[in-house]
């Protein structure tokens, strides 16, 4: 997967902030909503951010 790939145009989240919020612990789509803002502006990254927080947990 792209590092670089982005995720949430909103607030500038790529995959490599995903994979970097999962290592310290912050492992699902409702904690990284509260702590990044991840999804809650247009809401049109939710359904791509929870895959891609799904397969970032596989690796
Ligand atoms: S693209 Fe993620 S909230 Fe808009």
Do not use: H
Request: proline share 0%.
């Amino acid at each position: 997967m792209d590092e670089n790939k982005m995720v949430c145009e909103c607030y500038n989240i790529r995959v490599k902030d995903i994979k970097k919020a999962i290592a310290e612990g912050c492992d699902t789509f409702e904690k990284m909503e509260r702590s990044m803002r991840l999804g809650v502006l247009c809401g049109a990254c939710v359904n791509d951010a929870k895959k891609t927080i799904e397969l970032c947990k596989k690796m």
